[in-house]
């Protein structure tokens, strides 16, 4: 089974994360901060930060090493949110591996962070959705989704509305259910093209395949 769900990767919104120079640039500075920085809160950011990086150059283990650091301080600094972060992250560098079930555990922490601070976004069940589609849980992913999509409704987060109704789609076509996916990755589509987010491509493209097939 091809993986090809989206996640909640923490990215931040300033940067251009499909350019690989922008993220060497981001990674150099990053790493020239990172020796000079005593607070530990900021530390932990740029550790984060850090982390995402080496994700989108798909090198999941150094992103792994940076996420720990992150961790870490988090917990040691009593940053709620910040641990929920790291948590959320290492999961989805561990899917990334090809360890879902190890993923499951770090998403399933994070979430209980998320749910006793109030952090409805940091809630995002897309990511345990997606491990159980490593898994090929499918129906137990689709449930995830279903309450990924139900969060983004309610928080007015179009990007994770449009996330979940895509990993949806995948997933029931997956099961079988070509006529439901495809009604999904329209509406996907339609989101993706009305917050002009990158993800357009791809749906519009696995459209296309479905709708040609």
């Avoid at 300033?14 to 000079?36: A, P, Q, T, V």
């Avoid at 589509?189 to 749906?203: H, N, P, T």
Wanted: charged share 30%.
């Amino acid at each position: 089974m091809g993986f090809q769900a989206l996640g909640a990767l923490s990215i931040p919104l300033d940067f251009s994360y499909k350019d690989k120079k922008e993220l060497l640039r981001r990674k150099r500075i990053n790493e020239h901060l990172l020796g000079r920085m005593q607070n530990k809160k900021e530390k932990a950011n740029i550790l984060s930060e850090l982390g995402t990086i080496s994700y989108l150059l798909s090198e999941p283990r150094k992103a792994i090493e940076f996420d720990d650091q992150a961790l870490a301080i988090s917990r040691e600094i009593g940053d709620r949110r910040g641990e929920g972060n790291a948590l959320r992250k290492l999961g989805n560098a561990y899917s990334e591996l090809g360890e879902p079930r190890k993923a499951i555990e770090f998403h399933e922490q994070a979430m209980k962070i998320s749910r006793e601070i109030g952090d409805r976004r940091g809630e995002d069940p897309n990511n345990l959705g997606n491990a159980h589609y490593q898994l090929g849980e499918l129906h137990k992913a689709i449930e995830f989704y279903e309450q990924a999509l139900a969060i983004a409704r309610e928080i007015g987060n179009r990007r994770g509305e449009g996330t979940a109704l895509w990993n949806m789609s995948l997933a029931l076509n997956s099961l079988g259910s070509r006529a439901k996916a495809i009604e999904c990755a329209r509406a996907a589509l339609k989101i993706y093209e009305e917050i002009e987010d990158q993800s357009a491509k791809q749906v519009r493209q696995k459209l296309q395949k479905w709708e040609s097939g």
